[in-house]
């Protein structure tokens, strides 16, 4: 089975916690890729059926929508 969410999920995740952790100007752009990661995931586990992957991922959804407003408004 092709795993290419999974894969951009796994990119952008780490991309986006280095962002986050390196704690410089540019890192609130980490919550952009936090979301694009959470997204592919969920994607990922609906495609395979994994209903404990679409849940924890559609919370890590939530919680970067409050990390993208708390650091861009």
């Not at 990119?11 to 936090?34: C, H, P, Q, R, W």
């Not at 890590?60 to 650091?71: I, K, S």
Request: glycine fraction near 10%; proline fraction near 0%; charge should be positive.
């Amino acid at each position: 089975m092709h795993n290419n969410w999974g894969w951009l999920g796994t990119a952008t995740g780490i991309s986006g916690g280095i962002l986050v952790a390196l704690n410089f100007e540019f890192s609130k752009f980490g919550y952009i890729l936090f979301m694009v990661s959470a997204i592919s995931w969920v994607i990922q586990g609906l495609r395979n059926k994994d209903n404990s992957l679409v849940l924890l991922n559609t919370v890590f959804v939530c919680v970067n929508m409050l990390g993208l407003y708390h650091w861009f408004s």
